[in-house]
């Protein structure tokens, strides 16, 4: 809403057909969040989001924070067994997709509403910013994950840790108005969180990548080209497979990108050396934290760091703004310094 003031017309979405600027943005999410208030969905409601990467994507997150409403993030592409197991134990009082993924949902699932094809119901609702917003220990989303069960585990985060961890990353990735973030994740990872809301806090744009499950390395490197992609947020298996096509082909990252953020695997060190190889003008990071703790707790940029030749593993770094880490001894006791 801060950007949306300063910035009206500047862009805070680009998908593959179309853009969004900061005031069409705050307003569609607007109308979506008084429309889920008209349905009785308020301060701690789940809500399901079953969208794929797209404008609905972006305006389901907002409407529901704006709300006040806990999201539900499911991706389309789960089994129908899986998003079952999700919504019986979420119990989401709505449901939030689109006309093409009805045929995937549970036929016990809660009420929908489509954000394409019912979107009139919304659009005729007042859109300026909404008076009351929710409490920072109400909860912004519930997130499933595996579990060490195998059964699917719900992480519920309150809107005071995603707002730290907004402001924190914006900080730790030197995020500005000028940056053209990738989004990158499916929706049912809590990396959407980082590739979307600090950006939106430094006044920057989100670019959608396209839908396939995963891109081609040579179709990425061409993408983020075109697109003038400045940041992008890889899980670390993808980036490693990534590296080691560019330095085979002998081929060059695009210009524009300054900064590759790695995370979810533990990063190898000859893979570290081989990006290094490849490049020193584009910084990277290794993104440490489990979903428990809000996306990311600590971050390693080595372009600061005149050890890594001599590195046998590759840090996770250091705590971001008001996180702590301890380090345990195998009974969980603080181990010396």
């Known amino acids: 809403e801060a950007h949306t003031s300063r910035t009206p017309e500047a862009l805070a979405l680009e998908a593959s057909h179309c853009t969004l600027t900061y005031d069409e943005l705050n307003r569609k999410a607007n109308q979506l969040a008084r429309y889920l208030c008209r349905q009785g969905i ?3 409601i789940p809500v399901g989001l079953c969208v794929d990467r797209s404008v609905d994507m972006a305006v389901g997150l907002l409407g529901c924070l704006k709300a006040g409403a806990t999201y539900v993030p499911m991706d389309p592409a789960y089994p129908m067994e899986r998003k079952a197991a999700i919504l019986c134990d979420a119990q989401p009082s709505l449901i939030l997709t689109q006309g093409k993924q009805l045929g995937t949902l549970p036929p016990q699932a809660a009420p929908f509403f489509l954000l394409d094809e019912q979107w009139d119901a919304a659009a005729s609702l007042p859109d300026h910013n909404l008076s009351t917003g929710p409490h920072p220990e109400q909860l912004a989303y519930l997130l499933y994950t595996s579990g060490t069960t195998g059964q699917p585990k719900g992480i519920g985060i309150s809107h005071r840790a995603l707002t730290n961890h907004g402001l924190a990353t914006r900080e730790a990735y030197d995020l500005f108005p000028k940056d053209r973030v990738l989004q990158f994740a499916s929706i049912s990872f809590d990396v959407v969180a980082e590739e979307c809301f600090p950006t939106w806090l430094a006044g920057g744009t989100v670019v959608l990548r396209s839908d396939e499950p995963v891109p081609a390395y040579d179709d990425f490197t061409t993408f983020l080209s075109e697109r003038q992609v400045t940041v992008v947020n890889v ?32 990063a190898q060190v000859d893979d570290l050396r081989r990006w290094k190889r490849l490049t020193d003008a584009c910084a990277w990071c290794n993104a440490y934290g489990p979903t428990e703790a809000t996306v990311t707790a600590s971050t390693y940029r080595p372009d600061t760091d005149s050890a890594l030749p001599a590195l ?10 008001n996180v702590e880490l301890y380090v345990l001894d195998a009974h969980l006791q603080p181990v010396p310094i």
């Not at 670390?236 to 995370?263: C, D, H, K, Q």
């Not at 046998?312 to 703004?321: D, K, L, M």
């Open 42 to 44: 308020g301060r701690d």
């Open 235 to 266: 899980p670390t298996p993808y980036w490693a497979g990534w590296t080691e096509e560019m330095e085979r082909l002998a081929v060059a990252l695009p210009p524009s990108l300054r900064l590759t953020i790695v995370g979810s695997e533990k």
């Open 312 to 321: 046998r593993s590759v840090p996770i770094g250091r705590p971001i703004a």
